[in-house]
């Protein structure tokens, strides 16, 4: 390699898949993905929400998962890696859900499912405008920073539909009624997506434009969102989350703000932790690079946006690969990772303290439950992998009970 190297641009994508907590700035925080798992008595064990940002595209995205037993995170995960290759692509957003519906549904599990909030920017003619879609209660804000909200997506809900019929008035409701997290669509195994909520809004360059999952819009109002917005800029994701997070862990409600009036919401809810996600994107900011001519392909192994269900006893060859990732079956645990270094290929088996195995080119390996710390969700010959004379590499599932995933 070249000891003199090409500044690289950006990376342009800010993601936090199911499972993954943080916060991803892109562009100089016009493009912000936020997770994070928080709770009074308990701290959910898994995040199953997912935030996606791409700077490139002008789109964002929170996906909330559904579904125990590792099903929830798993459906968030196919949900935004659909929404990625869409977007990309530049696939219709109803086009994406079809996509990430069929995903899905080959996830294991009887419920598993998302609701969905996404965002993307259209350009025309000197004019800016967003598209605005979601399903279920994930929600979708627009706001300007000096005129305020534009828009404030309605929720795919129980307690929204008995507002919209007349048989709920109280906004307080829509925090303390006990059936405030029953929605009536999402992307679901087995179930038929309804129509979502969508509107195409023209805006003005600097309008904000947020995704949201429920553990933030179950705690904090539109009004106190905007104001924040308003108030914080840049720092908003963070300000919003530490709100919503405060008042989970309060027992028996909290104070917040409606109609320009300070309330106290009795709820059972809180204390008892939810997940939290959300992306914001400054519409047409000054490091907006919409309509750039590059295109990035993903292939950060930290983002794991590619992934392939590998099919049994069927050879698969990867090149230029960099770093690659194995999991074996759902299980973000049963996890190893693969590297090209130095003329080798390192197996770095993160399921075993991080042992490394190395193989020259032209070796190969058979790895099965008895090298990778005795799961029973792994076989006993699980995978093959070879490492070829041209510095690329072969994987093979032996047929295993569980399957294997390569994320690359």
Known sequence: MSER???QPEYPLATLLGGQEGHEIRNNGDYQALTYSSGGER????????????????????????????????????ATTAINDGIIEGVATDEIFKEAKERIQRVPGDNPGVTLAIVRTIQSQGKYYVECTNIGDAKVIITH????????????????SAYDTGHLQDPLERYTNAENNIVLNGIMKGIDLKAPERQIIEVEQGTYALTLSDGITDFVSTEEIVE?????????PVKIKELAESRQWQVNGFYIKLNGHIMYAFSENTNAGDNIAIAMMIVGGENSNIGATKQHKIQSPNKRLHIQQLKANTENIYQNIGTLGIQFGIDAN???????SNGHLELHLNIVDGKVVYLNPGEEIILGRDD??????????????KYLQNNSISITDLGSSNGTRVFR
Request: no cysteine.
């Open 334 to 340: 049963l996890y190893i990772s693969l590297i090209i």
């Open 5 to 7: 190297q090409e500044e």
């Open 145 to 160: 920073p000096q005129k305020g909200l534009i828009y404030a997506s309605k929720d795919q809900s129980r307690v929204q």
């Open 43 to 78: 701290k959910y064990h898994e995040n199953q929400d997912s935030a996606y940002a791409n700077a490139e595209k002008g789109a964002i995205a929170v996906i909330d998962g559904m579904g125990g037993h590792g099903g929830g995170r798993e459906a968030s995960l196919q």
């Open 228 to 236: 924040i917005v308003q108030k914080h800029g840049k720092s908003a």
């Open 372 to 385: 990778l710390g005795g799961d029973q969700r792994i076989s006993r010959q699980h995978i093959k992998i």
